[in-house]
T-cell receptor
Framework: SAVISQKPSRDICQRGTSLTIQCQVD?????MFWYRQQPGQSLTLIAT?????????ESGFVIDKFPISRPNLTFSTLTVSNMSPEDSSIYLC?????????????FGEGSRLTVL | GQNIDQPTEMTATEGAIVQINCTYQ??????LFWYQQHAGEAPTFLSY????GLEEKGRFSSFLSRSKGYSYLLLKELQMKDSASYLC??????????FGTGTKLQVIP
């Protein structure tokens, strides 16, 4: 299994500001995934972060709003730009691992953002 | 696109058995996961099915029917600590995993 650390664990932000979330994995991984979990909802995939290339965004998410960096195989950042109260969510970093054939996702502890 | 449906909430009694259903519609199906998520915590992996049939792991079992686009998670000998949200998730292709709406299970004495 992978150990994933996220920072910050929580933050309170002002409308219009931007915040960068960091994700560190204890082993090298090809892809890292960023999910959002809005209050009372399930997880929605924002984008897949690939080392050495641009992130792949899901429908409804754009790079200008959620820029992602992936400088090496153990680290990624997600920035939530120009925040509004609708961006109040838990943001989760995830990597694929597990036994061959399963490849279950492992999650960081999440970053809980509240936008005022 | 894809669609993954689960009941929103369920209540069951301590010591009993509960079955949480999940139906899905997707192209490129490559496996179904069940995750458990306690309030305020990250999801944790419970089970994985890629072939039809039942996978048993202790008190938890998961079933898959690919032809019907249907899965269920069976929890036996319920304990109070099993109160959590249970997320059905489908993998499409090799990497992309999409989560269902989640089922909030409350276990009562």
């Amino acid at each position: 299994s992978a150990v994933i650390s996220q920072k910050p664990s929580r933050d309170i932000c002002q409308r219009g500001t931007s915040l960068t979330i960091q994700c560190q994995v204890d082993s090298q991984v090809t892809m890292m995934f960023w999910y959002r979990q809005q209050p009372g909802q399930s997880l929605t995939l924002i984008a897949t972060a690939n080392q050495g290339s641009e992130a792949t965004y899901e429908s409804g998410f754009v790079i200008d709003k959620f820029p992602i960096s992936r400088p090496n195989l153990t680290f990624s950042t997600l920035t939530v730009s120009n925040m509004s109260p609708e961006d109040s969510s838990i943001y989760l970093c995830s990597v694929q691992g597990g036994k061959r054939g399963a490849g279950e996702l492992f999650f960081g502890e999440g970053s809980r953002l509240t936008v005022l | 696109g894809q669609n993954i449906d689960q009941p929103t909430e369920m209540t069951a009694t301590e010591g009993a058995i509960v079955q949480i259903n999940c139906t899905y519609q997707t192209s490129g199906f490559n496996g179904l996961f069940w995750y458990q998520q306690h309030a305020g915590e990250a999801p944790t992996f419970l089970s994985y099915n890629v072939l039809d049939g039942l996978e048993e792991k202790g008190r938890f079992s998961s079933f898959l029917s690919r032809s019907k686009g249907y899965s269920y998670l069976l929890l036996k000998e319920l304990q109070m600590k099993d109160s959590a949200s249970y997320l059905c998730a489908v993998r499409r292709g090799y990497q992309k995993v999409t989560f269902g709406t989640g089922t909030k299970l409350q276990v009562i004495p």
